[in-house]
């Protein structure tokens, strides 16, 4: 007979100090030497972690009315634009925005790590269009954390299901957001924590969606909805793991609460900057398949290399690999050993599944059921232009 639990009954474990909380590393090794279902019966949460370049992301931040009141129509933190058309005082600032002074080398994902460090950032707002009840057409001041009304970080696209690796086939070498890819076949990278990452420690979305609460750059943070390019029809292997990029979630959570250590800005040379973002998703154990496929070790989770010489939105698959090899430092690619190198930093990963088991065993976390479940059945399209009388 299957061992079966609820979120309730973990709940009150935890209320008890009694619930077995161990990381997505710890999982692996339980269920290799004590097998399934004494993993499920002994096992209540099992904690996951990422810290990795996520460039669909940005901060929602207020800023209270002037005086006479502005409209931010066009808007200039640290001379990096952010989007104003929403209300009075609301802007929108994305993480991969350039800015208008140093270009690509700094952009949104810096001016959001300098706001949660604290930092003073430079605010240029214009309105064009005054109006009776938005008289004023212009702002320049300086602006932190603690002058602003609400700030919340709100990524669309976060924590992506087995992003592929990257590796490059031509004789030039290619600056992507994947990092330098170096000429024939001169290296790998990838970006995932592979067996700490929460997408692929519960594949199928059963335990996590929408209102699912996480660690989020160093505070709680919660589950929005599925995220952008969400793609569940991913091709799977027989333990449910898709082979390649696949599902997505949008998360939000309060930038004011968020730490340097877990929201950091970098820049790709020759790409531009993007966000690293630290994720924590908890996987309640309710069941043996659940604690099957949350002690899935880097040896049984695969993923697949792709060309980006070929720059299309189907790339050619090199060689499907699993991430042991490619943890290992090396893969064979065309009798060639090519070295390769992770973009996610799997240690702080480690650490942000470590803080979220510390934060449930000192009751300062709980579990949550999700209000609805991410989507199964949506597809991922590549962009298709539209035709008048294509109808």
Known sequence: MSFKKTVEEINEKIKRGQAVVVTAEEMVDIVKSEGVKEAARKVDVVTTGTFGPMCSSGAFINFGHTNPPLKFFEVYLNEVQAYGGIAAADVYIGA???SEDRGI???GAHVIEDFVAGKPISI????KWPTDCYPN???ESLVNKETVNEAFLFNPRNAYQNYAAATNSSNKTLRTYMGIL???????TYSTSSQLSPLLKDPEYRTLGIGTRIFLGGTIGYIAWQGTQHNPQRKRDENGIPLGPAGTIALIGNLKEMSTRYIRAATYTG???SLFVGVGVPIPILDEDIAYKAGLSDEQIKTLILDYAVASNSRPV???????ELRSGWVEIKGKKVKTAPLTSYVRSREIAETLKNWIREKKFFLTEPVAPLPKDTVFKPFTPYRKGAE
Do not use: M, R
């Open 124 to 127: 240029s707002a214009y309105n």
């Open 105 to 107: 080398e700094y952009g």
């Open 96 to 98: 991969t925005q350039p």
């Open 182 to 188: 170096l000429p024939n076949y001169g290296n790998v």
């Open 137 to 139: 057409t212009e702002l």
């Open 318 to 324: 090199v060689k499907e690999v699993t991430y042991a």
């Open 271 to 273: 790409y531009g900057c």
